[in-house]
């Protein structure tokens, strides 16, 4: 009776490395997730057109692009004068065609009036942001919440005063540009009371 438990053994030992689950045989590969390669994709997108819009990153990006242009440029320079110099000494010069001076100077000046045009919109965003948090009225405390307050938050008849003098500033716009444009084409019109209402 003890014969069968050896064939027993082997048959169980066979049908174990025969599995798909055995350290012998390869075992699946996870294969990348749809979703993953869309999120990845959707933000370098999202990443390429924060930098597209930020002029503070537009401007390190360009700050390579000026060097290697710069380095360029004065390569060009370089060769020019010296097969300039060797024509007027009536050397033989290389027959190798030499780059364009004029046009790596002009992409020189491309690149350094982007570079302009982002320090001057980092500039604007700058001093916008300041005249917005000095000029904008802070929040104003509601009864509902009283937890929410702020400490810098404007009382309710404060708050009305700086948006009555908004209005104020805005007619007084309304109607320079008015008188101006009636100096301009010839007619005498009365002023006009301008948009906004008093509260």
Not at 137 to 158: E, G, I, N
Request: aromatic share 4%; glycine share 6%.
């Amino acid at each position: 009776m003890a014969a069968p438990q050896p064939q027993a053994a082997a048959v169980s030992s066979a049908s174990g490395v025969s599995g798909p689950g055995s350290a012998g045989g390869p075992g699946p590969q996870q294969q990348p997730q749809p979703t993953q390669l869309v999120g990845s994709a959707q933000s370098g997108l999202l990443q390429q057109q924060q930098q597209d819009f930020d002029p503070v990153q537009r401007y390190k990006m360009l700050i390579p692009q000026l060097k290697e242009s710069l380095q360029t440029l004065m390569k060009v320079a370089a060769q020019n004068l010296i097969q300039n110099t060797n024509i007027d000494n009536g050397q033989k010069s290389s027959d190798a065609p030499l780059q364009r001076f004029d046009k790596c100077l002009e992409e020189f000046y491309a690149l350094c009036d982007q570079l302009e045009l982002c320090l001057r919109l980092a500039h604007e965003c700058l001093s916008q942001s300041c005249d917005s948090a000095k000029h904008s009225p802070t929040l104003v405390p509601t009864a509902t919440k009283p937890d929410a307050v702020q400490p810098d938050s404007l009382p309710y008849p404060q708050y009305l005063a700086v948006i009555k003098a908004q209005i104020t500033c805005a007619k007084d716009i309304h109607t320079a540009l008015l008188d101006c444009a009636n100096k301009v084409t010839g007619k005498t019109t009365a002023p006009s009371t301008g948009p906004g209402g008093s509260l």
